[in-house]
């Protein structure tokens, strides 16, 4: 059900100087105060991968019909390609609501800054609400979602490593909500979904993509940093993929026992991003003092990992009773301010 087409990029030896969408007016770096009742409404959708971001952005969309329009605020999913691979939500999957900045940047443009995001970001918020919609911004890379909410943004500043204080004053009214899951459980998910995208021909997607010479992870830029590229990229070095499929290859012990190695390295490094994400956020809320409302989502993933879950009925049942139901609650009252 994936609209990916085939993807037959080769990155340039060299990136160009000035990407395509960052040949425009960069405005003021900064915004005067307003205060909270004329700021613009903002729905932010926050958690680590995997936690059910999108599934919930389009769960509440459809509850409020024809409310919001969602803004991507994953860095990888910005650009074309890899949307197996950088798990975007499939064209189906989204039910005719609009998404803005989600695979639209060609990779070889370059990479996108925080900077440049939160212009692009800031005029899609502006063009939703003029069309009296309210913008739903949904993603987990907190670095994008900080550059784009700060009243104050200071580029090239990592507010996250620098020790650098996190401001609390932010130039949309915004209503946060946190889907989380203990990390133990969601550990567990993230390894059954590296295993599903690889059934549904992630392995296929990277051989399209990678470069099998390039594994210097020094020169990795934009999309070739999503995890699954740098992690198969030495896997193709050894075997580079053949015009056929990968599984008409004789079953070589070796290559199987490389592939494994892959495998585990993804799913290690998914978890990593999941932890690093929700420490991350864990700033925001702490000292940024942003106020996150934090959905629990262990019992909805802890049936998805059971194996007596028949069909997923029983992680839905959880899923929207426990995230769903909780979050219309609290974006009904921050919609009826
Ligand atoms: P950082 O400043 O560390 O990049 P961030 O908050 O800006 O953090 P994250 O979303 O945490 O951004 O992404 C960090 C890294 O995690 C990316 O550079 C990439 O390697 C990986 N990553 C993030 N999102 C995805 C994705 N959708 N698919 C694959 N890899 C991803």
């Given at each position: 059900?994936?609209?990916?087409?085939?993807?037959?990029?080769?990155?340039?030896?060299?990136?160009?100087?000035?990407?395509r969408w960052a040949r425009m007016d960069s405005g003021p770096a900064t915004t005067t105060a307003v205060p909270l009742g004329h700021k613009d409404k903002?729905?932010?959708?926050?958690?680590?991968?995997?936690?059910?971001?999108?599934?919930?952005?389009?769960?509440?969309?459809?509850?409020?019909?024809?409310?919001?329009?969602?803004?991507?605020?994953?860095?990888?999913?910005?650009?074309?390609?890899?949307?197996?691979?950088?798990?975007?939500?499939?064209?189906?999957?989204?039910?005719?609501?609009?998404?803005?900045?989600?695979?639209q940047f060609d990779p070889l443009d370059g990479e996108l800054t925080p900077a440049e995001f939160r212009q692009l970001a800031g005029q899609a918020v502006s063009a939703i609400?003029?069309?009296?919609?309210?913008?739903?911004?949904?993603?987990?890379?907190?670095?994008?979602?900080?550059?784009?909410?700060?009243?104050?943004?200071?580029?090239?500043?990592?507010?996250?490593?620098?020790?650098?204080a996190i401001s609390s004053e932010l130039r949309y009214n915004c209503c946060?909500?946190?889907?989380?899951?203990?990390?133990?459980?969601?550990?567990?998910?993230?390894?059954?979904?590296?295993?599903?995208?690889?059934?549904?021909?992630?392995?296929?997607?990277?051989?399209?993509?990678?470069?099998?010479?390039?594994?210097?992870?020094?020169i990795r830029t934009g999309l070739r940093k999503a995890i699954g590229v740098p992690e198969f990229s030495r896997f193709f070095k050894k075997y580079p993929p053949i015009c056929e499929s990968q599984k008409a290859r004789p079953d070589d012990p070796v290559r199987r026992g490389a592939y494994k190695e892959a495998v585990r390295a993804i799913k290690d490094n998914t978890c990593q991003l999941a932890k690093?994400?929700?420490?991350?956020?864990?700033?925001?809320?702490?000292?940024?003092?942003?106020?996150?409302?934090?959905?629990?989502a262990t019992e909805a993933f802890r049936a998805v990992v059971t194996s007596e879950d028949d069909d997923g009925k029983r992680w839905s049942e959880i899923w929207q009773k426990q995230v769903v139901e909780a979050s219309v609650k609290i974006v009904k009252r921050f919609l009826e301010q």
């Open positions: 059900s994936l609209s990916s087409p085939a993807v037959t990029l080769t990155p340039p030896p060299s990136l160009p100087q000035k990407p903002l729905v932010v959708i926050m958690g680590a991968t995997g936690a059910g971001k999108s599934r919930l952005s389009i769960d509440l969309a459809t509850h409020f019909p024809s409310c919001f329009e969602i803004i991507n605020s994953d860095k990888m999913q910005v650009y074309k390609g890899l949307d197996i691979t950088t798990n975007k939500i499939p064209v189906p999957d989204r039910l005719g609501v609009p998404h803005h900045l989600l695979g609400t003029s069309r009296r919609k309210v913008p739903m911004l949904v993603g987990g890379s907190n670095s994008l979602i900080h550059a784009l909410l700060v009243d104050r943004f200071e580029p090239g500043v990592d507010v996250f490593q620098d020790c650098a946060f909500l946190w889907v989380d899951a203990s990390l133990t459980v969601l550990a567990d998910y993230l390894s059954k979904r590296v295993d599903e995208m690889l059934d549904s021909g992630m392995l296929e997607e990277l051989a399209e993509f990678c470069e099998p010479e390039d594994d210097d992870l020094a690093t994400q929700i420490a991350k956020i864990l700033r925001l809320r702490v000292a940024g003092g942003w106020d996150l409302q934090r959905l629990d």
